[in-house]
């Protein structure tokens, strides 16, 4: 009885002077920061910014930027917390490096080499994650591709049956060795912004090719819309697929499967403020009309919903000209899908970059890639941050009038400018005009001033027409800004029914 009472005080006392750690031990967690803070990395400037991680559960946690005062916070019964720091806006030309802290009880830990500036998310399928490794002129990109003022994070795949945190990733310097395996896209873009800005830019790439736009939309979203869920979700949820145990390995099935990469990929980042997002991505979704329309307004606004920053921007880029194995110079499915992509742009804050002058034909991932992140910082410059000398349109149809023979297209006259060319100097082309039977032919077009002639022998008294609405026009016309113009139609004809589908 003694020796009991003897190691009952013994107990207390170990227990008051804080001993005995090894009593829960599978109660302790490491003080650690959330996956995607790690040195090196962009905080958004202008913007709370949100820290957040793992401790012990119930503790206390001082969070100490090196900008602002520090805040304590208290962890969960599970471990986790989450404080909120401001960030000021900053000069053009400050790139000074900064540290974030945490300290609770006798752990800390601390991000070094941080900077503050413009955060961008870029997204979608192998377009976007077409690394610099594969653009023209590589190694000679590449090299020149040094600059500690952008900083990188390229996200590995994962997949995921429910919203997680975790990822697997670091945020980088921009070098030679970094930039290497990332988003061509994504750099360019990323280049475009921090020259013109003079600021810190963090590019945070998180996709994979072959990837289709229900895998990036939550599943109550998706469950929530009828049209979506009938399209989309309930397929999937009766299949076997979906009674599979979901691991972190690729499949070309797998990437198209509803929301598993939302919960793996943009969800763990739902909690970083930042200035908005780029997407590319569709080839996935081709045979699809309006349906991949709305699934967009859904995957664009549950993201705006879920990072809590209001109506974030997103810019994305409008699938490139390409064949899919038929050779059929006036086939147009793949052109009734890229006119679904322009009705995106129709929701608030989102607009569309065009690739129809920079695409191959008969090469999915086409490789020019500088003038596509370009064009999409060019868009931000003007919409984001308002430099509105930087354009970034280009010719817009507004009508067509009919007179005789020939039809004369007018655009709108802000997507003109200065005028309407060529970039190879001749005469434009792609150009289609019908009849009232709504069979099309190839037909000639000349400049005449801020509109186009088009002329063919074939149709004596058109009543429709359309410019590079077939599979795989690689275009030359565009505004004296060099900005490709966008395809159209003018007609609203239904689509045809095509004998043969790939």
């Not at 996956?35 to 991680?53: C, R």
């Not at 090719?209 to 990036?216: D, F, I, M």
């Amino acid at each position: 009885m003694i020796e009991h009472k003897s190691v009952k005080v013994i107990l207390v006392v170990l227990l008051g002077m804080g001993f005995l750690p090894f009593i829960k031990a599978q109660d302790r967690t490491p003080l650690k920061f959330a996956d995607p803070l790690t040195d090196n990395m962009v905080v958004q400037q202008n913007k709370p910014f949100t820290v957040w991680g793992t401790a012990n559960p119930n503790a206390e946690i001082t969070i100490t930027p090196d900008w602002t005062a520090p805040i304590t916070v208290k962890s969960t019964e599970t471990g986790n917390f989450k404080g909120i720091v401001p960030v000021p806006a900053i000069q053009e030309g400050d790139y000074k490096p900064h540290t974030l802290t945490l300290l609770s009880g006798t752990e800390s830990k601390q991000l070094a080499n941080i900077l503050i500036g413009e955060l961008w998310i870029c997204s979608g399928q192998s377009n976007m994650q077409f690394s610099m490794k594969e653009v023209p002129n590589a190694e000679a990109e590449i090299a020149k591709a040094t600059n500690s003022h952008i900083r990188l994070f390229n996200t590995k795949l994962n997949f995921s049956d429910t919203p997680i945190q975790n990822v697997t990733g670091n945020w980088m310097e921009c070098t030679p060795q970094s930039v290497r395996e990332f988003s061509a896209v994504g750099y360019y873009f990323g280049e475009t912004l921090q020259k013109k800005l003079n600021v810190p830019v963090g590019l945070l790439f998180t996709g994979i090719g072959a990837s289709a736009a229900q895998a990036y939309v939550p599943k109550e979203v998706l469950k929530a819309h009828p049209t979506l869920d009938s399209a989309y979700l309930e397929p999937y949820l009766r299949s076997e697929k979906s009674k599979e145990k979901i691991d972190g390995g690729f499949t070309f099935e797998k990437v198209t499967r509803p929301y598993l990469l939302y919960n793996a990929l943009i969800n763990p980042f739902t909690n970083l403020s930042i200035k908005g997002f780029c997407w590319y991505q569709g080839e996935s979704n081709r045979n699809e009309r309006g349906t991949y329309t709305r699934l967009m307004y859904a995957m664009i606004e549950s993201w705006r919903t879920n990072f809590s920053q209001g109506n974030l921007p997103f810019y994305y880029v409008q699938v490139a000209p390409f064949f899919y194995d038929i050779e059929d110079p006036v086939r147009a499915d793949y052109a009734f899908f890229r006119e679904a992509q322009e009705r995106i742009s129709e929701l608030g804050n989102t607009e569309m970059v065009v690739t129809m002058d920079v695409g191959e034909s008969k090469d999915l991932h086409p490789k020019n890639k500088k003038p596509i992140g370009v064009r999409l910082a060019n868009t931000a410059l003007n919409r984001t941050y308002g430099f509105l000398d930087v354009r970034y349109q280009g010719p817009q149809f507004e009508y067509a009038e009919f007179n005789g023979h020939k039809a004369f297209v007018h655009f709108k006259p802000e997507s003109v400018n200065t005028g309407l060319t060529t970039n190879d100097g001749k005469l434009p082309q792609h150009f289609q005009l019908s009849g009232s039977d709504q069979v099309f032919y190839p037909a000639g077009a000349k400049i005449v001033g801020n509109r186009i002639e088009v002329y063919s022998d074939k149709v004596r008294k058109p009543v429709a027409v359309r410019y590079a609405f077939t599979n795989y026009p690689v275009t030359n016309l565009e505004n004296t800004d060099h900005i490709p113009a966008l395809p159209f139609r003018s007609d609203d004809w239904k689509e045809p029914v095509w004998t043969t589908k790939k």
